[in-house]
C-alpha cells in the first residue's frame, strides 16, 4: 500500500522550513501523506519475498551516502553512551560532536533522540548543532526518534498522529546531515496484527520521509520487534528499498542474538553494538562481538556500527575507550 505522494512546496528547502514560511505548503504535503487507505493487506508473518516497491532504490543518493559512509564496519559514537552525564545536567547535548572528535577521534555520530526532544522543534538549535558537526568534521548518520507514539498503535487516530509526530524529527535529521532516521515497531494485539498494523505506519512515514530522500531504520526494540523473524517479515512485508533494519546487540531479550544477527545482515544498514562489561582481554562479556560482526559480514551487512556504551561499571568516557578498541580490534580480524 503506498500513498498518494505529496510533493515539497518549492523554496521551502525540501520541507524544511521549520517555523519561517511554507506552513500550508508543507500542512498540505504532510495531510496528502497521512491519507488512511481503506484496507491494510495482511501480511505473510516471515514471508520470505524480497524487497521491492519504494521511492528510494539502492543507487539513491541517501542510499548511497549510507553505504559509502559506512564502508568496512565504519565505528560511529551514539549520544545513547552518555546518558547518564546528559541526564545529569554534566554535558551538553549539542557539543556531542566536538566531543566525539576531540575526545575519542571518531567522526561520525548518532544522535539520540531523548537528549535532543527540546531542540528538535528549533530550527536555531539544531542549525547551531549541525555547525558544531561542521567544524569538526564529524557526519551524522542517524537521528533516533523515541517516545513519538505507536507508529503500528491499533487505533487508526492515534497511529495517524504517531506519524505526524515523527515529520520535525526527519526535517530534523535532514538538516542534521542524517540519511536515516531510526524508529521503532510498536503496535498491540497478535504478531499478525501487529506486523500489519506497523507496515502501515512505516510506510506512510516512508512516502513523507521519502520526498527528503531521506531513509527509516527500524530497530528491534519492543516484545515483537526483538523476534527477529517478525522484524524481517515486517521489512519485506513493507518492501520498500528505503525502510531498512538498525538491529541493537543489547534488544534481542530472550531471542539469540547471534541467529537474529543473522536473520537481519541482509536488511540492515547500521547496527547498535551495545556494551556493559569487559573481561580481562577487553572482549565484551555478554556479546562475541568477533562472531557476531563475522555473521553479520557473511550476510552482506556493510553499514556502520555505532559504539552504544550502556554499562556501570565504567565511567562512560571510559566505557566509549573501551568499547571504541574492542571494535577497532574486531574489525580488523573481521574486514581486513
Same mark, same amino acid.
Given at each position: 500500500m503506498v500513498v498518494p505522494s505529496a510533493r515539497v512546496p518549492a523554496g521551502g528547502g525540501g520541507g524544511m522550513s521549520g517555523h519561517h514560511g511554507g506552513h500550508a505548503g508543507r500542512r498540505s504535503s504532510r495531510r496528502a501523506v497521512l491519507r488512511t487507505t481503506t484496507a491494510l493487506a495482511v501480511p505473510l508473518l516471515g514471508r520470505c519475498a524480497g524487497l521491492h516497491g519504494g521511492r528510494a532504490d539502492a543507487a539513491s543518493p541517501s542510499a548511497a551516502v549510507g553505504i559509502a559512509a559506512a564502508a568496512r564496519l565504519r565505528i560511529v559514537l551514539a549520544q545513547w553512551s552518555f546518558q547518564r552525564m546528559l541526564l545529569a545536567g554534566e554535558a551538553d547535548p549539542l557539543d556531542f560532536p566536538r566531543l566525539a572528535r576531540r575526545q575519542f577521534d571518531i567522526d561520525a555520530v548518532a544522535y539520540g533522540g531523548p537528549f535532543l526532544k527540546a531542540h528538535v522543534g528549533d530550527p536555531d538549535s539544531i542549525a547551531d548543532l549541525a555547525s558544531r558537526a561542521s567544524d569538526e568534521g564529524v557526519a551524522g548518520v542517524v537521528l533516533t526518534c523515541e517516545g513519538l507514539g505507536r507508529l503500528g498503535d491499533p487505533d487508526d487516530k492515534a497511529r495517524t498522529q504517531a506519524i505526524e509526530n515523527h515529520f520535525p524529527w526527519v526535517e530534523a535529521a535532514k538538516r542534521l546531515g542524517c540519511p536515516a532516521v531510526r524508529v521503532e515497531a510498536g503496535s498491540a494485539g497478535t504478531p499478525d496484527e501487529q506486523q500489519r498494523l506497523v507496515a502501515d505506519g512505516l510506510i506512510r512515514l516512508a512516502e513523507y520521509?521519502?520526498?527528503?530522500?531521506?531513509?527509516?531504520?527500524?530497530?528491534? #526494540?519492543?516484545? %515483537?520487534?526483538?523476534?527477529?523473524?517478525?522484524?524481517?517479515? $515486517?521489512?519485506?512485508? !513493507?518492501?520498500?528499498?528505503?525502510?531498512?533494519?538498525?538491529?541493537?546487540?543489547?534488544?534481542? *531479550? &530472550? +531471542? &539469540? =542474538? +547471534?541467529?537474529?544477527?543473522?536473520? $537481519?545482515?541482509?536488511? %540492515?544498514? *547500521? $547496527?547498535?553494538?551495545?556494551?556493559?562489561?569487559?573481561?580481562?582481554? *577487553?572482549?565484551? !562479556?555478554?556479546?562475541? +562481538?568477533?562472531?557476531?560482526?563475522?555473521?553479520?559480514?557473511? *550476510?552482506?551487512?556493510?553499514?556502520?556500527? %555505532?559504539?552504544? +556504551?550502556?554499562?556501570?561499571?565504567?565511567?562512560?568516557?571510559?566505557?566509549?575507550? %573501551?568499547?571504541? =578498541?574492542?571494535?577497532?580490534? !574486531?574489525? #580488523?580480524? !573481521?574486514?581486513?
Open positions: 520521509a521519502a520526498q527528503m530522500d531521506m531513509t527509516l531504520l527500524v530497530s528491534n #526494540h519492543g516484545t %515483537a520487534a526483538s523476534d527477529a523473524t517478525w522484524l524481517a517479515g $515486517l521489512l519485506r512485508h !513493507v518492501g520498500r528499498a528505503d525502510v531498512h533494519a538498525m538491529p541493537d546487540t543489547g534488544a534481542f *531479550g &530472550d +531471542y &539469540d =542474538r +547471534y541467529r537474529g544477527m543473522k536473520e $537481519l545482515a541482509p536488511l %540492515a544498514r *547500521g $547496527l547498535c553494538a551495545t556494551c556493559h562489561e569487559f573481561d580481562a582481554e *577487553g572482549g565484551e !562479556v555478554r556479546t562475541d +562481538y568477533a562472531r557476531l560482526l563475522r555473521i553479520a559480514t557473511d *550476510g552482506g551487512f556493510r553499514g556502520w556500527v %555505532a559504539i552504544a +556504551y550502556s554499562g556501570r561499571a565504567l565511567p562512560e568516557p571510559e566505557g566509549v575507550r %573501551a568499547t571504541k =578498541r574492542m571494535l577497532e580490534r !574486531v574489525r #580488523h580480524a !573481521v574486514v581486513d
